[in-house]
């Protein structure tokens, strides 16, 4: 059990709109509930992982850097990583499973922590992103008006439309399941109030054809944590731990706009190489669904379904509702519960594992669980299982 | 706090590109009519975004090629956000393979038609939009 890793706690703070409470003070909140949760105290911790480490130039996107929590919390830290240069959030996680598979590490934080509505509300400390002038990458997108990821996930959606007859109806499905789940999740309180009606959807307002409003996460303020351990350190930790069975990432070209299909669609077959499990064994998905037609391209590149194909698997919403053969974004997901910002999928994926979800825990005693996220020329995804 | 906005009849400037070594001839290209796209002198193929070395074959013989101009549209989305203050909705972002220049796609605007009127597959040609020291390469339908 040495060289294995195990997710053995998870947390999260208050997820709100506009929280009053400092990001740093949100950020220890949820390393509290992650460590109450694991049975571990801060002087078992050594090291600490995160995505994409303080952001200085744009603290509202991400205010807390591993440094920040190694100095506050007092953790004498063996190895840390915070790097936006990673295939997408939950590689943070990954990397911290070989780092205690390799014994650098015995019990890692992994966190992400996110400001963006309170710091529109304070840009004197949380200097908004500027647009008159750009660089680097937005240079190829913003003198456009494609300020937003959701005019590039758009264009990857409108081939969807055009190619493979994708329609709005059969879009609706991800972010309606998404507020009939979040209803039922307590962290989600601040986020989703009502359920949304398929003529609620159809009557919203467009952002970037074919994603409307709904089909868009929020900004939220939150932190996220997920505690990972060593396989032989187990003994220290007394919640049941679920093992990072396999890990996958794909980076193809950072240009959002010259790659013709996203990441999803490479870093997905990768996640079945190094596993015997297979799509078959999945009791639970939590997709990353920053915008709503990110989860179809995970349906299609981990395999559930063939390439084009993922609109109609979830068509009428009864195969991804939480009774259904493949319960999808179970707490929520982004767009219900909020921009966590890709964590928030690892932490449902454990929390239904360990058949912890309250009133919205999915029938069968699961098992195994897929977590992903990003989307566009970026991705990585998690197999958790609890065996 | 009291400045007021401007008033809707003055769009907001498109956000200026820096220049620099790699870009300067995609930005500044309009200049003369042309839109230049990085190309390897020994392979002969494309590299987009611009950069100082052939992504090909990492050759550094590398220079702006004036390309034709015109390509098809290979997917778009009609955008409604108005990203900035005075920004004109709705209008066309699209993705637009080059012709001659294989793998390579430019995100644009389409304009000069309504946007019912432009659709996946569309011939279209550059039109530059000069602001200051930038020519922005824009596409408008062909036929």
Not at chain 1, 27 to 36: C, E, G, H, P, R
Not at chain 2, 42 to 49: A, E, K, V
Not at chain 2, 80 to 95: S, Y
Request: proline fraction near 6%.
């Amino acid at each position: 059990m040495a060289r294995e890793a195990y997710i053995t706690g998870v947390g999260q703070s208050e997820v709100g709109v506009r929280l009053p409470r400092h990001p740093l003070l949100l950020t220890v909140d949820a390393v509290n509930v992650a460590l109450a949760d694991a049975g571990l105290t801060l002087d078992q911790i050594d090291g600490v992982f995160s995505f994409p480490g303080k952001a200085q130039g744009y603290l509202a996107f991400s205010p807390v850097g591993t440094d920040d929590l190694i100095e506050v919390l007092g953790i004498k830290s063996k190895w840390q990583m915070g790097a936006m240069e990673q295939p997408a959030q939950l590689s943070a996680i990954a990397m911290a499973a070989w780092a205690v598979k390799e014994g650098i590490c015995r019990h890692v934080i992994c966190f992400r922590t996110v400001y963006e509505a309170g710091g529109m509300a304070n840009p004197a400390e949380y200097m908004p992103l500027q647009q008159k002038t750009t660089s680097g990458s937005s240079q190829w997108t913003s003198p456009f008006w494609a300020t937003s990821a959701a005019c590039w996930v758009a264009q990857y959606a409108a081939r969807h439309v055009h190619k493979y007859g994708m329609t709005r109806e059969q879009l609706a499905q991800i972010a309606i399941n998404g507020s009939k789940n979040a209803l039922l999740n307590p962290n989600a309180r601040a986020i989703t109030k009502e359920e949304l009606t398929l003529d609620k959807y159809m009557s919203a307002r467009m952002i970037s054809t074919p994603l409307c409003l709904y089909d868009c996460d929020r900004f939220s303020d939150a932190s996220t944590v997920i505690i990972v351990s060593a396989g032989d350190a187990l003994d220290e930790v007394k919640a049941t731990p679920i093992r990072i069975a396999a890990s996958s990432g794909s980076v193809d070209r950072y240009s959002w706009d010259q790659v013709e299909w996203s990441a999803a669609y490479d870093a997905g077959p990768d996640l079945w190489k190094n596993t015997d499990y297979t799509v078959k064994d999945v009791d639970t998905v939590q997709f990353y669904d920053g915008f709503a037609f990110l989860p179809i391209t995970w349906l299609e590149g981990l395999g559930f379904v063939e390439k084009g194909e993922g609109h109609k698997f979830i068509e009428g919403g009864t195969r991804i509702a939480r009774d259904g053969e493949l319960p999808l974004n179970t707490a929520g997901g982004q767009l219900g519960a909020g921009r966590l910002h890709g964590f928030g999928f690892a932490h449902e994926a454990v929390t239904q594992l360990r058949g912890a979800a309250g009133e919205r825990q999915i029938p069968g005693d699961p098992k195994v669980a897929v977590a992903t996220s990003g989307g566009g020329p970026m991705a990585a995804a998690l197999l958790l299982a609890r065996d | 706090m009291s400045s007021a906005p401007p008033p809707p009849s003055s769009p907001p400037a498109r956000p200026v590109p820096k220049l620099d070594a790699e870009n300067r001839a995609f930005w500044t290209g309009g200049a003369e009519g042309k839109l230049n796209i990085t190309q390897c002198g020994d392979c002969g193929q494309f590299t987009h975004p611009p950069r100082i070395l052939c992504r090909h074959c990492q050759s550094e013989n590398v220079a702006p090629a004036a390309v034709a101009g015109t390509g098809v549209i290979d997917t778009m989305t009609v955008n409604h956000q108005p990203w900035a203050p005075g920004l004109e909705v709705p209008f066309v972002i699209a993705r637009v393979a080059l012709d001659g220049v294989p793998g390579v796609y430019l995100t644009t605007n389409v304009v000069n038609s309504p946007v019912d009127e432009v659709s996946f597959g569309d011939k279209v040609r550059v039109t530059f939009e000069q602001q200051g020291d930038i020519y922005y390469p824009l596409f408008e339908k062909a036929n």
